[in-house]
DNA sequence: TACATTACTGACTGGCCAGTCAGTAATTAT
DNA sequence: ATAATTACTGACTGGCCAGTCAGTAATGTA
């Protein structure tokens, strides 16, 4: 009964490690504890991951990555404007990181950038600046068609990713304490609701 | 030259601990280093604070409370109207907290809310409570008197707040990757200006 | 002066955990 | 069958660090 699918290990080593890494921090996350939520030894850890940095990298790697490439594929396909553009691309990526265990990478990432320099480079150059990318597409669009006003693009992008990112940090930290909370749909239509209109080029009755 | 300044011990230890949990997370933070960084022993630490959570429960306590009723007052001594009472909020809020270190108090809390509930919950009552019955008030008289939409106000409380906890937070996590980033305060009139349209109820040109 | 009190020190210890590696079990090859 | 290879184990160790405490220095008091 040991050793089936034996490709799967370092996935399943990945998911444990995340959930931890997401619910503990990496400080406090155990190797014991990560290989026995996989349901191996420590050992059998050492066989795919070189150290505990390594292995905090290869989750941080696969995890995200996915999601981006969705992102960029949306960008390109999608036919309609740039207000229905904006709005589906905040609620896409809440469909695909809010029901997973994803959603704990940007605490992850904000809690230990500054103690692993090279992740958190790593993270900037191919997350954040990717993922902003998306968003200046969209407002470029807007503004040039003059559905949007002509605001400060490069600050808009980042007014627009906060409420997305507190979102997911939310739910992984101080998420616990306020069981009464309305529901994340609520709060993105509303985040939408004022952001679209915030942004509108004054043109209504 | 030694045992100067009686009672500013503790808060120079508090002080140095700050720093240090910001900088580096609760875990990977060692006392002797606090202590060092206070002018201290780490034996001299231990006669004002029992134990290092008792340590991180004091930093978050003193650091945090005197902003909030800089807040409260604020509220029911302003004359001008909603509009102009959220823009002064929400500037104000970083004139105070982000030229300090107390800036770092979010990511701190989000990082270590998961291994420290009881703080956790302490924090949430205290801060987050407290800072959202700021913003709900507002919302309430600007909506009352006609001048805002009716908005979801939890829900617009929370999407409101996120922006300003990131920048917050920025500095502290990954803001040591992206050098070139624009300043705060265009970051922070973006915001406001997209916020304030966001709210207005639709009557202008 | 001597004695008491308060402030501080830093070497020490005990537990914890990342990382190792000699050994065992399962699988595959011959 | 037997050998060779691959997958995995878990006891062990070495370093690190929170927390201790016997001792020293400074200050206060009589």
Redesign the pocket.
């Known amino acids: ?4 699918r ?1 490709e799967a ?1 370092p996935a399943e080593l990945m998911a444990a490690a995340l959930d931890l890494f997401v619910e503990r921090g990496f400080a ?5 504890d990560v ?1 026995a939520r996989a ?6 850890l ?2 795919y991951f ?4 390594e292995l905090f990298k290869a989750v941080i790697q696969q995890g995200i990555l996915p999601v981006l490439a969705q992102g960029e594929e949306m960008l390109t396909q999608f036919d309609g404007d740039a207000r229905a553009l904006l709005q589906v691309m905040l609620m896409r990526w809440w469909e695909l990181v809010g029901t997973t265990h994803l959603a704990g990478i940007p605490k992850l990432m904000i809690s230990e950038a500054g103690n692993f320099p090279e992740v958190a480079q790593y993270y900037y150059e191919n997350v954040m600046v990717r993922g902003r990318g998306l968003i200046r597409e969209v407002l470029q669009r807007g503004i040039a068609s003059g559905q949007f006003r002509a605001v400060d693009v490069e600050a808009a992008i980042d007014v627009i990713l906060a409420p997305q990112m507190m979102l997911a940090i939310w739910r992984y930290s101080l998420g616990s304490c306020d069981c009464g909370k309305q529901d994340p749909q609520t709060y993105l239509r509303t985040h939408i609701d004022l952001l679209l209109n915030g942004l509108m080029a004054a043109e209504k009755k």
Not at 1 to 4: A, K, T
Not at 28 to 32: G, I, Q, Y
Not at 39 to 44: A, H, L
Request: aromatic fraction near 4%; glycine fraction near 8%; avoid cysteine.
């Open positions: 009964m040991r050793q089936r034996k290990r406090a996350t155990k190797l014991d290989a349901g191996v030894s420590k050992g059998t050492y066989l070189a150290n505990k940095e």
